[in-house]
């Protein structure tokens, strides 16, 4: 199975699984997803998923997702841009061959 960091969500992701994410909390809440404070929804997050959330709630699936992913492109986007590139690793031996040269 792959990881979230490197799937979209989709609508068989549980509520569990987007939440692990950690820009979905703001993103479910602009959405107006009541489940956030629900305790009987805290039991049931694993089993949850967004398109059962949606259908009970009347949410707008489609949106939801294009704002999920669209945010978690962006998210892994700023992650790639931030990463510095290693120099290769050089060994003594390396660099002792490299001066006799």
Partial sequence: MLSRATRPFCPKSTL???LKWKN????LTKHRLPCLTCPLAKLEME???LAQVCHIYHLDLPNLLKDLNRA???TKASKKA???RRK???TTRQKKA???I
Avoid: C, D, N, S
């Fill in 16 to 18: 569990a699984e987007v």
């Fill in 24 to 27: 979905a909390e703001e993103i």
């Fill in 47 to 49: 089993r949850l998923t």
């Fill in 72 to 74: 978690l492109i962006k």
């Fill in 82 to 84: 931030g990463q510095k």
């Fill in 88 to 90: 290769p690793h050089t």
């Fill in 98 to 100: 490299v001066k006799k």
